[in-house]
């Protein structure tokens, strides 16, 4: 039997999490054709461990991968709210309690090379996937397909591109430049240099370290350690550490970091990713208290990356025309709600729902776009806002600025993870179906008939 005629023909650059997402989701649909270009020579991610919340877990409910999901965890996670992860002062000999972050169901830490692994077999045969295609700009006129170039010197058309290309985005610096040019027409000029410039990432002034630690390497050093059974964040001034086990208890997913607050809205000149010693990790916690010696004393010979976090300014659109970008190409934010894999999941989920809907035509996709846009930037824009402010009490910073002897007192110290629950409460307690049906009301509202 034929395959039914295409609707339209969707080109997404960028095979990660979130640009898989969508590919997934729309390749359900039969009318939809799905190109995926990958500017890497094979598909696959980089990045040790991602948490999945609530939130993020009802989504992938939505697009059935709940269950393949959970068949990469140790457990069956429920319903309840239950300890997350726990927090402590730890830069300090005797480390101390200061709390323990509950949540709806229980954080699933998941190795992100097995879950986009997980995205790669549910591909439908109608998606094709082409590796070692890096995006250099697009061209999009009325009336004509876009017209994709690539850094090899190829060429590809599509009636809709969607921009899951990270960072540093090749389709989020030219949908930019497109919607300055189109300012300037409008005379416009102001507005025409702001929107060049918001493209631009900026340093957060956070260097993160990452690796995995094989799970018997600590147990024969501490074969009672907490991270074995919880996810913990170990915090200090100006630096922390979390650790928690991911692939079924095989590996505990190191991530410390360490901020420069004076350099926070700076360009960053140099790699962003770069190999360190580990030996280096280990001096920037000397001293703290003995689980994270623990922990800490296990890193030696490892293979560590450090990162130079950069962050997106607040975009004021995801979508000009016929293209959108999502996750990290959208809101790249800094890692202090485990977030940012879960943002690009529901920018997938809901741009997928929205295109896949019979009233999104050829026509219509400029509004349905923007529908997506206009739902889905002010919740990631929250959830950036978030990020940075746990940011700030995680490393035992306060816009008070509270000096470091007080912050050594029980009620101070109940204070800040007070504070850090409240902001993780919209991720272990609220239901993304609510924005989908939000959206799905403005698609029937603006472009039926």
Not at 8 to 37: E, M, Q, R
Not at 328 to 341: L, N
Not at 413 to 418: N, R, S, T, V
């Amino acid at each position: 039997m034929s395959e039914p005629p295409s609707r339209f023909h969707v080109a997404i650059c960028g095979g990660g999490v979130g640009g898989l997402t969508l590919a997934y989701a729309l390749s359900k649909s039969p009318d939809i054709c799905v190109d995926v270009y990958e500017a890497a020579s094979k598909f696959t991610e980089i990045g040790a461990g991602i948490g999945v919340w609530w939130r993020t877990r009802q989504v992938l409910k939505s697009l059935g991968l709940e269950e393949d999901v959970i068949r990469l965890l140790p457990f069956r996670p429920g319903e309840d709210r239950v300890p997350s992860i726990q927090y402590r002062k730890a830069d300090q000999p005797d480390g101390l309690a200061m709390g323990t972050m509950y949540s709806r169901g229980k954080l699933m830490g998941l190795h992100r090379a097995e879950f986009h692994e997980v995205l790669l077999n549910r591909l439908s045969s109608r998606c094709r996937t082409s590796p070692s295609k890096r995006l250099e700009s697009y061209v999009q006129r009325p009336g004509a397909p876009i017209m994709l170039h690539f850094q090899d010197g190829s060429t590809a058309t599509c009636d809709i591109l969607i921009g899951a290309d990270g960072l540093k985005s090749a389709v989020r610096k030219t949908m930019f430049q497109e919607a300055a040019t189109w300012a300037e027409s409008q005379h416009r000029d102001t507005d025409a240099a702001e929107l060049r410039n918001l493209s631009e990432p900026r340093f957060s002034g956070v260097f993160s370290y990452r690796t995995l630690i094989p799970a018997a390497r600590l147990s024969s050093i501490s074969p009672q350690h907490r991270v074995f059974s919880s996810a913990v964040q170990y915090l200090g001034k100006n630096r922390h550490m979390m650790a928690y086990p991911i692939s079924s208890g095989r590996f505990i997913n190191f991530v410390a970091f360490q901020f420069h607050p004076h350099e926070e809205g700076t360009r960053f000149d140099g790699p962003w990713v770069a190999h360190v010693d580990p030996s280096y990790v280990q001096g920037l916690f000397k001293g703290w208290e003995k689980e994270v010696g623990d922990i800490v004393q296990c890193l030696g010979g490892l293979k560590m990356s450090r990162w130079a976090v950069n962050v997106l300014p607040t975009l004021p659109f995801f979508a000009f025309g016929n293209v959108a970008i999502l996750g990290d190409a959208a809101h790249a934010m800094a890692p202090f709600q485990g977030a940012g894999a879960g943002q690009a999941i529901e920018d997938a989920s809901i741009l997928a729902s929205l295109l896949s809907n019979e009233l999104a035509t050829k026509t219509t996709v400029p509004q349905v776009l923007e529908i997506y846009s206009r739902v889905r930037q002010p919740l990631a824009t929250e959830a950036a806002r978030r990020s940075r402010l746990n940011g700030e009490h995680f490393s035992l910073r306060s816009p008070a600025g509270p000096d470091h002897h007080e912050l050594s007192s029980t009620a101070r110290l109940e204070g800040i993870a007070k504070q850090i629950q409240d902001n993780f409460e919209w991720v272990s307690e609220t239901e993304a179906s609510v924005d989908l049906q939000r959206a799905m009301t403005l698609l029937r509202a603006e472009t039926a008939t």
